[in-house]
């Protein structure tokens, strides 16, 4: 079982920066690959990120490819999106969520343990 909190959302301008972080709780956290999702008003839930449990491999949608980054902590349990250049259109709910590592993909449904959510707005 893992248990999963997201911080670090706000409101930022257009071309601004965020960090956000996932605080997981247990202390199997190193064997799960990890996920952040978006959701926008009025749309589906969408990959956004992913990194494997060891932090040695990463993988991004197009959309935020160059911009954001996935990085993850084994000692301190959390995982962060750092993400920069952000527009307009990075306006959602962001989750994180945990996998085990051959589910590691971009289908949400993959994803076993998932997150409050927290709120990013960009302003224009």
């Known amino acids: 079982q893992v248990q999963l909190v997201e911080s670090g959302g706000g409101l930022v301008q257009a071309g601004g920066s965020l960090r956000l972080s996932c605080a997981a709780s247990g202390r199997t956290f190193s064997s799960y690959a990890m996920g952040w999702f978006r959701q926008a008003p009025g749309k589906e839930r969408g990959f956004v990120a992913a990194?494997?449990?060891?932090?040695?491999?990463?993988y991004y949608a197009d959309s935020v490819k160059g911009r954001f980054t996935i990085s993850r902590d084994n000692a301190k349990n959390t995982v962060y999106l750092q993400m920069n250049r952000l527009k307009p259109e990075d306006t959602a709910v962001y989750y994180c969520a945990a996998t085990r590592p051959h589910k590691l993909g971009t289908d949400l449904r993959s994803y076993d343990y998932w997150g409050q959510g927290t709120q990013v707005t960009v302003s224009s």
């Open positions: 990194i494997t449990w060891s932090g040695g491999s990463t």
